[in-house]
Every structure is written in C-alpha cells, then in structure tokens.
C-alpha cells in the first residue's frame, strides 16, 4: 500500500468540503462557503461583458451606472448585443436634429446635451427597476412612459422581452442582466 503524500493529508478536508478534526488544527474549522453576498454587482457583470458597447454607454448616464453599482436596488439590465447595437440605422448617441436647437422654453439646447440626452433616454429604456420578472406581465422601464413585456418562448424554456430574444442571463447581487438578440425601442 502506498503512503499518503503530504499533499494529499493537507489538502483532502478542502477537496472534500468536510471540516478540520479539532485535534488537528484547534478548534473545528467551518468549510468555505460562498456567500449570497459574493454575487457580483449588475455593474461588476456588466464590466466582464467584454468590449459590451452598451456598458460604454452606461457609463455615461451617472445616475444608472451608481444604480447598477448599487447592491440594495433591485435591477434588470436589458443589455442587447453589439452586433444588435451596430445594426441600428442611427446609434443612440448621435443626435437626431442638428447642432443647436431652441427649446420651447427660448434655452438652447447644444448638440452635445443632445445627445447626452438621446444616450439617457435609450438607455433608461432597458432598466427595469424591479427584482423578479414573471412571464404575461409588463414592467415600467427607468424611462418615464416605457415598459417591456416579459414572455416565455413558446417551449417554455426561453425568454423574450419585448418580442426581442433572450440569448443568456445572468445572475447579480443587485438583479439579473438579460443579454438581448437586439435593442428595445
């Protein structure tokens, strides 16, 4: 028979997830155990989404950004693809008339709040400040006067919001980030 090695001796209580005798190391040592709190931030997921062009244009919008970076507000991020970003005839950041415009208010308005406004206004379109989503029903949207309707595929097995494809989802600490086969209007 063979001898244990000292490797084996040291590290087989971790392998198994049992605990340390007492004699062994003083009291009984607890296995490790990862906390729900480990979960990262939507912010945090939305990092590891490499070169994710809507992040890009999150981090634009102070407000939903903290959000998102915040644990104790519940979320859904509605993040489409950047081929579904890429595909769009305009992007969210280009303004839609002009260099400066006249409010109704005689403010004029430059180009650059313009678009900054265009950037909030889309992406506000695909947070839902909410927890758990079920299918059938619809939820507001952080923009005012915008909702998305949650459905389950005809299977049962997949999702759509707002007609659009659900392509993954993934779990965060502060709500769930939905990764979109395309861009909710």
């Known amino acids: ?4 090695t000292l490797f084996t001796i ?3 209580p971790f392998l198994m997830g049992s605990t340390l005798p007492a004699s062994a190391s003083g009291p009984a040592q607890q296995p490790l155990a990862r906390p729900a709190s480990a979960l990262p931030a939507l912010s945090d997921l939305l990092t590891l989404q490499r070169g994710s062009i809507f992040y890009d ?3 634009e919008v102070s ?9 104790s507000k519940p979320s859904n991020v509605f993040a489409p693809t950047n081929r579904a970003i890429i595909a769009l005839p ?6 839609y008339g002009g260099r ?5 208010d005689g403010r004029v308005r430059t ?8 950037v909030r206004e889309w992406v506000e379109r695909h947070i839902v400040p909410e927890h758990d989503l079920e299918s059938g029903k619809e939820y507001p949207t952080l923009r005012d006067g915008r909702s998305v309707l949650m459905e389950r595929d005809a299977d049962g097995e997949g999702w759509k919001v707002g007609g659009i494809k659900v392509l993954d ?5 502060n709500g769930k980030l939905w990764i979109l086969d395309g861009v909710l209007p």
């Open 169 to 173: 989802i993934r779990e965060a600490s």
């Open 1 to 4: 028979m063979r001898a244990p």
């Open 111 to 118: 180009w650059e709040e313009a678009e900054a406004e265009n």
């Open 100 to 104: 400066e415009r006249v409010e109704g």
């Open 10 to 12: 040291l590290a087989a």
């Open 57 to 59: 244009y999150v981090r």
């Open 63 to 71: 407000p939903v950004s903290e959000r998102l970076a915040d644990t």
């Open 90 to 95: 305009r992007k969210p950041h280009e303004d």
